[in-house]
């Protein structure tokens, strides 16, 4: 079956600020992101408590002639919940409300997500402050993606806010795509929207729409950004509780060293890891630099960190042989068992990303508009050293300073470029293009877990044909006709 039917809620007064003064007076922060993209004022915010007023600030932001930009945490990295201009707001932070069982409103916080004694949710993209229906939009993952998935692995079902304002509820394994379409009815009226296969690379990625001729129709919002829906309500599915886990951080002196175990912990069937991240020579080297780096070994190179599971006995065993056949020793670790050792390692992980976000923002005091560049693509397994290699030239040719780091497991790395000027920011840029153009010719993607926003549009054409981009564009078309819903992102 490939028809939904379309409802109407009738609309239930939602609190709303009014007036672009107000709002820059005492709301700038609902405008913008963590990408600190600029921003353009907006007329209204509204703050709607459940989906009746969702439709509500929908259809009264229609009435004016207006644009909407989705948001809640404002956790994303790519600009998409940046306010642009002849457009309100709708922010679901208040949207909180667990609703039955796995199932919550789409502002509720990852980290407020209730576990059992035996199941979890696994979704831990670096900001855990990051709202449930941001991580649906963007199709979020993170370090335990490379055991678990994404986002999308989880979702079982979802209740969505369309552009005019009518409502879908959409449960996956209802309705699947059709002789290439969906259709959604309301009366007499139907709404067809046309789905090609869209070629997506076999690896983790976020780039455009995901589109199959086969697909389930809760896929095609999941990644979708804002771009075809707001999504107000979500219900998730669990993963079982891991149990006993071994947390290790192991010291290499060299790159070379510290991929090779990597290839070699991932090869060996003992082994079942949770979680495999990186951190460069050029990262340790700027932790130790700006003294934010715990007490380390002068001869550490570069780390790995990794969450294994402890399902057999010769998992200690096997990380010794391991680590003995690439040259490394258990002495040179820090190894952990319990949480306390976990949250600790947790928080040396984002000590990188902190460190790199607290230096651009002491730049960007003395030159207004500087920011980081970073890339956020993934290739093929086999591909990593390779692609690494070519990465790292293109910026140490133009001589710009930068950190490598981020989930190895799945060979998605993100190189951070800390521009210090105006001039070194325009070549990030031309940098970051060409290792998105380098990853895609190794199989790769331009975006592995951020989005594409409105930040990295450009990205898309180096990835899709014209053909594909038109096929993305038609679904667009067939539900947000007037280009409403987050404008500038994506299209």
Same mark, same amino acid.
């Given at each position: 079956?490939?028809?939904?039917?379309?409802?109407?809620?009738?609309?239930?007064?939602?609190?709303?600020?009014?007036?672009?003064?107000?709002?820059?007076?005492?709301?700038?922060?609902?405008?913008?992101?963590?990408?600190?993209?600029?921003?353009?004022?907006?007329?209204?915010?509204?703050?709607?408590?459940?989906?009746?007023?969702?439709?509500?600030?929908?259809?009264?932001?229609?009435?004016?002639?207006?644009?909407?930009?989705?948001?809640?945490?404002?956790?994303?990295?790519?600009?998409?919940?940046?306010?642009?201009?002849?457009?309100?707001?709708?922010?679901?932070?208040?949207?909180?409300?667990?609703?039955?069982?796995?199932?919550?409103?789409?502002?509720?916080?990852?980290?407020?997500?209730?576990?059992?004694?035996?199941?979890?949710?696994?979704?831990?993209?670096?900001?855990?402050?990051?709202?449930?229906?941001?991580?649906?939009?963007?199709?979020?993952?993170?370090?335990?993606?490379?055991?678990?998935?994404?986002?999308?692995?989880?979702?079982?079902?979802? &209740?969505?806010?369309?552009?005019?304002?009518?409502?879908?509820?959409?449960?996956?394994?209802?309705?699947?795509?059709?002789?290439?379409?969906?259709?959604?009815?309301?009366?007499?009226?139907?709404?067809?929207?046309?789905?090609?296969?869209?070629?997506?690379?076999?690896?983790?990625?976020?780039?455009?729409?995901?589109?199959?001729?086969?697909?389930?129709?809760?896929?095609?919002?999941?990644?979708?950004?804002?771009?075809?829906?707001?999504?107000?309500?979500?219900?998730?599915?669990?993963?079982?509780?891991?149990?006993?886990?071994?947390?290790?951080?192991?010291?290499?002196?060299?790159?070379?060293?510290?991929?090779?175990?990597?290839?070699?912990?991932?090869?060996?069937?003992?082994?079942?890891?949770?979680?495999?991240?990186?951190?460069?020579?050029?990262?340790?080297?700027?932790?130790?630099?700006?003294?934010?780096?715990?007490?380390?070994?002068?001869?550490?190179?570069?780390?790995?960190?990794?969450?294994?599971?402890?399902?057999?006995?010769?998992?200690?065993?096997?990380?010794?042989?391991?680590?003995?056949?690439?040259?490394?020793?258990?002495?040179?670790?820090?190894?952990?068992?319990?949480?306390?050792?976990?949250?600790?390692?947790?928080?040396?992980?984002?000590?990188?990303?902190?460190?790199?976000?607290?230096?651009?923002?002491?730049?960007?005091?003395?030159?207004?508009?500087?920011?980081?560049?970073?890339?956020?693509?993934?290739?093929?397994?086999?591909?990593?050293?390779?692609?690494?290699?070519?990465?790292?030239?293109?910026?140490?040719?133009?001589?710009?300073?930068?950190?490598?780091?981020?989930?190895?497991?799945?060979?998605?790395?993100?190189?951070?470029?800390?521009?210090?000027?105006?001039?070194?920011?325009?070549?990030?840029?031309?940098?970051?293009?060409?290792?998105?153009?380098?990853?895609?010719?190794?199989?790769? &993607?331009?975006?592995?877990?951020?989005?594409?926003?409105?930040?990295?549009?450009?990205?898309?054409?180096?990835?899709?044909?014209?053909?594909?981009?038109?096929?993305?564009?038609?679904?667009?078309?067939?539900?947000?006709?007037?280009?409403?819903?987050?404008?500038?992102?994506?299209?």
């Amino acid at each position: 079956m490939n028809k939904v039917e379309l409802r109407d809620v009738e609309p239930e007064n939602c609190f709303v600020v009014e007036g672009e003064s107000k709002i820059l007076e005492s709301y700038t922060s609902y405008l913008t992101d963590e990408s600190r993209v600029e921003y353009q004022p907006v007329s209204a915010i509204y703050f709607p408590e459940n989906t009746a007023q969702v439709v509500d600030a929908v259809k009264k932001t229609r009435g004016r002639g207006e644009r909407i930009v989705v948001s809640a945490s404002r956790t994303g990295v790519a600009g998409g919940a940046a306010g642009v201009e002849n457009a309100s707001i709708i922010s679901l932070e208040k949207m909180t409300a667990q609703l039955g069982d796995r199932r919550f409103q789409a502002g509720v916080r990852l980290e407020d997500i209730p576990s059992t004694q035996s199941e979890y949710y696994p979704v831990d993209p670096t900001e855990m402050t990051a709202s449930l229906g941001g991580t649906v939009a963007t199709d979020a993952s993170g370090a335990r993606a490379y055991h678990y998935g994404s986002t999308r692995d989880f979702i079982k079902a979802l &209740t969505i806010v369309l552009a005019d304002g009518r409502v879908l509820k959409v449960r996956r394994g209802d309705t699947v795509c059709e002789n290439g379409e969906f259709v959604l009815r309301h009366g007499d009226e139907e709404i067809v929207i046309p789905v090609s296969t869209v070629r997506m690379p076999p690896v983790k990625n976020t780039a455009g729409l995901y589109l199959r001729e086969d697909m389930d129709f809760v896929d095609l919002f999941v990644g979708s950004e804002g771009t075809l829906g707001i999504v107000t309500e979500v219900e998730t599915g669990a993963a079982k509780l891991p149990g006993d886990r071994l947390f290790l951080i192991v010291y290499a002196g060299t790159e070379d060293q510290a991929l090779e175990f990597v290839e070699t912990v991932k090869a060996d069937a003992r082994l079942e890891c949770l979680a495999i991240e990186y951190f460069g020579p050029n990262a340790i080297a700027l932790l130790r630099e700006n003294e934010t780096l715990p007490n380390l070994p002068r001869d550490v190179g570069c780390t790995v960190y990794f969450e294994i599971l402890m399902e057999n006995e010769d998992v200690e065993e096997a990380v010794d042989e391991d680590m003995v056949s690439c040259g490394l020793s258990l002495d040179g670790t820090w190894a952990g068992f319990d949480e306390k050792d976990l949250h600790e390692m947790k928080r040396f992980r984002h000590m990188v990303p902190e460190t790199v976000n607290s230096i651009i923002g002491r730049r960007k005091k003395d030159i207004s508009g500087l920011h980081k560049i970073g890339t956020d693509t993934a290739v093929p397994e086999g591909k990593l050293r390779e692609f690494i290699s070519i990465a790292r030239s293109a910026v140490e040719k133009e001589g710009l300073e930068y950190v490598v780091f981020g989930h190895i497991g799945d060979n998605h790395l993100h190189i951070n470029i800390l521009p210090g000027s105006l001039d070194e920011l325009e070549k990030a840029k031309g940098v970051c293009t060409g290792v998105a153009e380098e990853s895609v010719k190794l199989g790769g &993607t331009v975006s592995a877990e951020h989005g594409i926003g409105r930040l990295k549009k450009h990205l898309l054409n180096i990835q899709f044909s014209e053909d594909e981009l038109n096929a993305m564009k038609a679904v667009k078309d067939a539900l947000d006709p007037e280009g409403v819903l987050n404008p500038g992102v994506m299209f």
